[in-house]
């Protein structure tokens, strides 16, 4: 079988070794991939967001099954082009994909069908979302309508902030269109969640718990990020508490969807936070999650690619998925000065030994030599019996790997581990 993962980071690594466990596959491309998944996998120099591109590929390279990772070109509608040549493909249709495309409209979606999540009002207009601000509660959330590389969420802790969020969005267009709507939310406080989850429209299956560290630096402070590293599963988590989010949150989600005639396939990912009124719903992923999918994979028992093409053809309810009761963590290596300015292009040293643990986010091939090009640099993930091993070993496997400019928090699970005492 020939399989092609549409995406370059971290997230499309740990697919693709993953998916190299399956003897069935013969070849795995990634467009465009990177220095770092050249290791397992054909990398071509086609851009995550060229449609016309992948789907010329995939036809003339008889791809049997896509997987496509990334928001950007499920929110263009890569699925819908590859779907069309008769390319099956693990991901949402692009009309299920506004899900997470849309802001505005994923809140919508919940007020509609009762799911539970924080109170919100949209804007349009500059001068009404500044009058809004003047008497609304605060601390406040600003988020803007559509894709911002993750980083299109700003927590306001006063007015001014709050104002200064807004304007930088709908007047100084710092993500482009995607501010051109923003959403004024409620500050909801407890312990977040990131739920991945398996479906084919029908059947939902929650991957394993993880928590992640979106904030820069040690103690939770600095800016947001795409995230500094995660753990599996969440200790806050509880076996209570995923009852009540199939009930109340999962199956409706699903449900809704269904009902607005834009059946979800593929991993629809539920970021939550478990509030003293219950679990409520902060976001909405159209897809794995960066870097939780380097947590939660290394723990998937179950061959990836059958429990893919279940969520393709719809048979989900009857495909074993099995995971691991041992834990993970993963610690995000990233360049000095990430999320803002860094400097790229130093030499990478990642001993052979533990480049399986390894996924490679932002790297380049130069001359054969792996190169640092990129925020996020690579993820370093260790699977033991116990939370405390699996925290141990992850920066044991961070202290072998070197490049100049390196970066990372020496706190990841710290909060985890309090939770289990």
């Known amino acids: 079988m020939k399989i092609m993962v549409v995406g370059g980071g971290g997230r499309e690594h740990a697919i693709i070794k993953k998916l190299k466990e399956n003897k069935e596959i013969t070849e795995i491309f990634a467009l465009p991939g990177n220095g770092g998944i050249a290791a397992d996998a054909t990398c071509v120099a086609i851009g995550a967001k060229d449609i016309e591109g992948i789907t010329a590929f995939a036809k003339e390279n008889d791809i049997d099954y896509a997987v496509v990772a990334p928001d950007d070109p499920l929110v ?23 899900i997470e495309g849309s802001k505005v409209f994923s809140k919508n979606l919940m007020k509609k069908y009762g799911i539970p999540t924080a109170e919100y009002e949209v804007f349009t207009d500059l001068e009404a979302a500044l009058t809004y601000l003047d008497t609304a509660p605060i601390p406040t959330v600003i988020k803007a309508d559509g894709l911002a590389l993750g980083k299109g969420v700003i927590i306001a802790m006063t007015r001014d902030e709050a104002k200064d969020a807004v304007r930088s969005m709908m007047e100084d267009k710092i993500f482009g269109d995607s501010g051109s709507q923003v959403v004024v939310e409620e500050f909801l406080t407890g312990p977040e969640v990131s739920v991945l989850s ?55 989600t699903i449900e809704a969807m269904n009902k607005e005639g834009r059946t979800f396939k593929g991993c629809l990912y539920f970021g939550l936070m478990l509030t003293e009124k219950g679990p409520k719903v902060i976001e909405y992923n159209c897809r794995f999650g960066d870097p939780e999918t380097q947590v939660v994979l290394p723990l998937l028992e179950s061959d990836l690619l059958t429990v893919m093409k279940a969520t393709t053809d719809g048979t989900l309810a009857e495909t074993e998925v099995k995971f691991a009761d041992k834990n993970a963590c993963c ?59 699996a925290i ?12 100049a400019n390196a970066y990372y928090r020496n706190d990841i699970g710290k909060k985890a581990m309090e939770a289990t005492k």
């Open 392 to 403: 141990d070993s992850a920066y044991a496997l961070v202290k072998q790997i070197s490049f």
């Open 198 to 252: 398996f479906t084919d429209g029908k059947t939902v299956v929650p991957m394993i718990s993880s928590m992640d560290h979106k904030r820069a630096k040690d103690n939770d402070e600095g800016l947001n990020t795409g995230g500094m590293g995660t753990v599996a599963p969440n200790p806050y988590y509880t076996k209570d508490i995923a009852d009540i989010c199939m009930e109340t949150i999962f199956l409706p």
């Open 331 to 389: 610690v995000i290596m990233a360049s000095d000065g990430y999320p803002q300015k860094y400097d790229s292009g130093f030499e990478m040293n990642i001993p052979a030994e533990i480049a399986d643990s390894v996924y490679v986010a932002g790297a380049k091939l130069e001359d054969g030599v792996l190169k640092t090009a990129g925020g996020r640099v690579l993820g370093a993930t260790a699977v033991e019996a116990t939370l405390a091993e």
């Open 76 to 98: 263009l509608g890569c699925v819908d082009a590859l779907t069309e040549i008769g390319v099956p493909c693990f991901g949402p249709a692009k009309n299920a994909a506004i």
